[in-house]
Each structure stands twice: as structure tokens, then as C-alpha cells.
């Protein structure tokens, strides 16, 4: 079971003087069980289109997601997303931020705070429970969405760039963070990002995307995050010569699609 | 340690060099954005100016009384009506009943214009349907629609309360529609990824992201109502502060007009100031994410 994409394609409508534009021609993916898949490309690839399409916000062209043997018809629960930013509500403190998917599902009080405060533990947020959210630092934030994703017990997690706006020594903390959680929640993640490192350290499938029109042209199995959940420092993993090899193939790839852009 | 060379003594900065020195600044508060800065002092020393040039003007009879009284006049003038009131109403009498039409035009325009505004924000329908109404009667002057308040709705309490509703109406329904768009897509999508309905978004979603533009707009629209006032007042009123001003204006009692001024002033002001008070309250994460 999992996600399968099947031939899917998105083609944004023309508008102000400007031609239709082919944001995904006929991708064909698999998202299986516990699987961590990273899609990495030049802006304008359509990564995020994919994620959108993942998460029901966008309907395909043509085309289908099946989710379980189901048609994903719309947003749905199974289905969490994790934004790079601006999706927490500063109206409410964390811990409320982290049971919002739970509100939402008419789960009451005192039993969605249970949960939430579960998730905030996992993620290290323990004591901020009653913190406005706009008084953490980005990294902290970040966190809260990830607990707030994870509430709802997801089959998918879809995860838009959340690293993005952290500093470098936070983000690679972050990255071991979810790698953590992703190994003792067995989700199956779908995760855009814009770095190389990131892409290559975190995921057990890459996905090289390439823009006009956004489609898949490389995928690749990879083995570090394992090597990192058995045991070896992050740092090690990222400076293994295996690492920098396939770290260069896909700069090669993603520059060649820069320039033929440009 | 105790005692000083006469060299170093010399070095030590005099007083006027330590002043003019500049002091350690923080980064933006030189090269930073314009217009940062406590300003208390000098709008202090502004009315400290203003009170001080009216003083002197009055004090050195360059203009006479009927044109610009002296401020111990005003101030006598204000006791006087506290104590006896103004044609035979108490001035309390006139606050309460200026301040009831203003609060009352004021409430009812929240209760209509919020819900409306909201609903046009997020229905294209209630936006067509409201927008050409609401644009075309907002930029007239309340003072070119009163002859027709009170043809239609006769000199009683309904034309003067009317006519603050109205002007408080358009900037609430405008503040509400345009407070709609405040919440970032992402938050939106968040809901809709938990499986929320277009009501919960709504609930959850929009209508908190739009609470800063909302009191912005009340805040704006109560500021209209007591602009409207005096002109509600003209209508046979024989009771509120607009009516005062406006037949001691006909009698060339100027320490009653100005005094009725400042009443206005300083009412509208505080609750200004109540309404600041309740936004820090309310929504403390403005502009903060």
C-alpha cells in the first residue's frame, strides 16, 4: 500500500497575456510504507505543485493519487502537511496550536490536550505549553507544526521546505529530529527542500525534478539516513566519500538544468 | 588608587564634551527606519506651546473674548456648567445623552456592519450585491443626506441615531471585508488538512486573523460617529453636547463652544485610548508573526 501517483499531470490555465504552463507532466511516483521520499529541483520544477497535489489542495489535470487504494479526492486527515512558515495561529499558545487538528475533528478538551502534550514531549517542548507562539524562535516554531502535524496520527506526512528559514546549526538539528521521529512513528514522508545535503542525508528515495515542463528525471535509493539511525554521527555521514559522490551527480544535474533555464 | 596624577585629571571629559559625545546607540536606531522614537515629551511640550500662545493672546487683549476667550474662562465656564448645567439640563445630562447616541448608533453599526463585512469578504454574492450600495453613499458628507433623514424619519431620536450609524456603518463593513484576507494561505490550508469545513476555516481561521483589522475598524468608525454628532444634534435636539455647542454658538457664547469641544475631544479620546487598551488585549500577536 502507500501513495501512488499515476500519470499526473497539472496544467495551470493562461492568464495576463501568458501561456498556459505545464507545472507537472505525467509524473509516476510512489510514496510506499515508511518510506521518506525528497524531491529536489530548480525552482519552478514543481515540487510544490506535487506536494499540493499530495495534499488535496489542487486537483490534477489528468491523471491520479491513490492513497490505500483510494482516490484522493481533497485535503484530508491521513494527509498532514508542515509548512515552511506562517501556519501556526498566534492566537493560540502552543499547546493549542499542537491540538488544532484535534479541535478540528471535535475531540474534546481535555483529551486533545492529553495528546498534544504527548507530541510536545516528543518534540522537546515540554514547559512551553502555555508560550504564544510568536514568542519562540523559528526553530522552536517549526517544532509546534511538526507536533501539530503529527497529532492526527497521519499515514503521510508532507513537509513544504520546513527547514528553509532555520539557521544552518539549527537545521541540522532539525533534520536529525525528524529523522528520529520518522523512525519511531513510521510515518511515510514526502519532503521538498532546496539543499542538496538535506535532500540526500534525510531521505531513503530522492526525486531530481526538473522544470519546463516540471517533471521527474532522476530517482535515486539512498542509504544514509539509515546509517544514521544505526548509529553514525550526522556529520560523518554527510562527509562519507559514497555521500559526496552522489552529493556532486545531482549539483551536475541541477546546475545542467539551471543553465539549459537560463 | 586614591590619588589622582594632575595628568589624568586632565584627560577626564568635561561636562560639555560628555554631552555632546554621542551616546552608544542600538543597530537601526541611527541608520534605521524613519519616524522610530518616544514621543511624549514633545507632544507634552506641543499643548504646553499651544495652551501658552492661547494664554498670551487673551493675556495681551490682542483679540477680544467673543472671539477667542481666555482659557481661565473656559475653565470657570466648565465649572459653572457642572455645577448649574447648560439651559436647564444638567451637563451630565448632555454627556450621557451625546455619549448614548454615539455608543448606540456605534453598537448597531457593529452588530450589522461586522457580520455583513465578514460575509462579503468571503462570498463574492454579499460582495456584488452590498458593494454599490456601500460605496456610493460612503464618501457623501452625513450634512447632504440629513435634510433627507429627517424627511424620511421625521426630527425624533431615530434621524440623529440614523445618521451616526451610518457614518460609523461603511468604515466597520470595509474594516471586516478587507480583514478577511488577513489569514496567510498556509493557515488555511493547515485547517483544510485536518479535514475542517469551510465553516470551521472560517471560524477557526478567518475570523481571528481579522480581529486586528476589526478593531483598526472601530476604532476608525466610532471616530466618524463623534464627528457626526454635532450634525445629528442640529435636528431639533434639545439635549447632548452638539446641541450645546451649537446654540451657545447662537447666543456668542464661545467659552461654551470651546469648552464643548474639548468635552467632545477628551470623550472620543478616552475611549480611544479604551479601544488601544482592548486591541493589546485582544490580539497582542499584531504584527508580531
Keep these: 500500500m502507500g501513495l501512488s501517483i499515476e500519470d499526473v499531470s497539472v496544467v495551470y490555465p493562461a492568464a495576463d497575456r501568458r501561456p498556459p504552463v505545464d507545472a507537472l507532466s505525467r509524473i509516476n511516483l510512489t510514496i510506499d510504507d515508511e518510506e521518506f521520499v525528497v524531491a529536489l529541483g530548480a525552482s519552478g520544477c514543481g515540487k510544490s505543485t506535487l506536494l499540493n497535489l499530495i495534499a488535496g489542495f489542487l486537483s490534477p489535470t489528468s491523471g491520479r493519487l491513490v492513497l490505500d487504494g483510494q482516490a484522493v479526492t481533497g485535503p484530508g486527515a491521513d494527509r498532514a502537511v508542515v509548512f515552511q512558515k506562517h501556519a501556526l495561529l498566534p492566537w ?6 499542537v491540538a488544532f487538528g484535534l479541535q478540528v475533528q471535535g475531540i474534546g478538551k481535555s483529551e486533545r490536550h492529553k495528546i498534544a502534550n504527548q507530541y510536545l514531549g516528543m518534540l522537546g517542548l515540554d514547559g512551553f505549553q502555555g508560550a504564544p507562539v510568536y514568542t519562540l524562535s523559528g526553530g522552536m516554531q517549526q517544532r509546534v507544526g511538526i507536533a501539530r502535524a503529527l497529532t492526527c496520527d497521519p499515514r503521510l506526512l508532507l513537509m513544504d521546505e520546513p527547514l528553509g528559514a532555520l539557521d544552518a546549526l539549527t537545521r541540522e538539528k532539525a533534520q536529525e529530529l525528524i529523522l528520529n521521529i520518522w523512525n519511531d512513528t513510521h510515518k511515510s514522508v514526502f519532503f521538498i527542500t532546496h539543499s542538496v545535503e538535506e535532500a540526500l542525508f534525510m531521505g531513503t528515495k ?57 | 588608587m586614591t590619588e589622582r596624577s594632575p595628568a589624568s585629571r586632565r584627560k577626564a571629559p568635561g561636562v560639555l564634551a560628555r554631552i555632546a559625545r554621542a551616546r552608544p546607540t542600538k543597530p537601526g536606531e541611527i541608520y534605521g527606519v524613519p519616524g522610530q522614537g518616544n514621543t511624549l515629551w514633545l507632544s507634552v511640550l506641543s499643548i504646553a506651546v499651544l495652551l501658552f500662545v492661547w494664554w498670551l493672546v487673551t493675556a495681551m487683549g490682542w483679540v477680544k473674548p467673543l472671539f477667542v476667550p481666555a482659557p481661565m474662562d473656559i475653565v470657570t465656564k466648565f465649572i459653572s456648567v457642572w455645577q448649574t448645567g447648560f439651559t436647564g439640563t444638567p451637563f451630565l445630562e448632555h454627556v450621557a445623552i451625546s455619549t448614548s447616541r454615539v455608543f448606540g448608533a456605534f453598537l448597531l453599526a457593529c452588530v450589522i456592519g461586522l457580520p455583513l463585512g465578514l460575509a462579503m469578504g468571503m462570498s463574492p454574492v454579499m460582495r456584488g450585491l452590498f458593494d454599490p450600495p456601500i460605496e456610493f453613499y460612503r464618501p457623501i458628507p452625513p450634512l447632504a443626506y440629513l435634510p433627507l433623514m429627517i424627511i424620511w424619519f421625521g426630527i425624533g431620536e431615530t434621524s440623529k441615531i440614523l445618521l451616526i450609524f451610518l457614518s460609523v456603518f461603511a468604515p466597520i463593513v470595509l474594516g471586516a471585508r478587507s480583514g478577511v484576507k488577513s489569514a496567510a494561505i498556509e493557515q488555511i490550508h493547515a485547517a483544510y488538512s485536518f479535514g475542517a469545513t469551510r465553516w470551521q476555516v472560517m471560524r477557526f481561521v478567518i475570523l481571528p486573523s481579522a480581529m486586528p483589522e476589526i478593531l483598526t475598524a472601530m476604532r476608525i468608525g466610532i471616530g466618524f460617529g463623534w464627528t457626526t454628532l454635532v450634525a445629528a444634534e442640529m435636528v431639533a435636539a434639545t439635549k447632548g453636547l452638539g446641541y450645546m455647542v451649537l446654540s451657545a454658538s447662537q447666543f456668542l457664547q464661545t467659552p461654551v463652544v470651546i469648552m464643548g469641544i474639548i468635552v467632545i475631544a477628551f470623550i472620543a479620546f478616552a475611549f480611544d485610548l479604551l479601544i488601544r487598551f482592548v486591541e493589546r488585549r485582544v490580539v497582542p500577536w499584531k504584527g508580531r508573526m
Design chain 1, 92 to 97: 493560540l499558545n502552543v499547546l493549542d496550536n
Design chain 1, 206 to 262: 530522492l526525486v531530481v525534478m526538473s522544470p519546463r515542463p516540471g517533471r521527474v528525471t532522476h530517482v535515486f535509493d539512498l542509504p544514509f539516513s539509515r546509517q544514521f539511525l544505526d548509529g553514525a554521527p550526522a556529520r560523518r555521514v554527510k562527509a562519507s566519500r559514497e555521500f559526496i559522490e552522489i552529493r556532486e551527480e545531482v549539483l551536475e544535474i541541477i546546475f545542467a538544468d539551471e543553465e539549459a533555464a537560463a
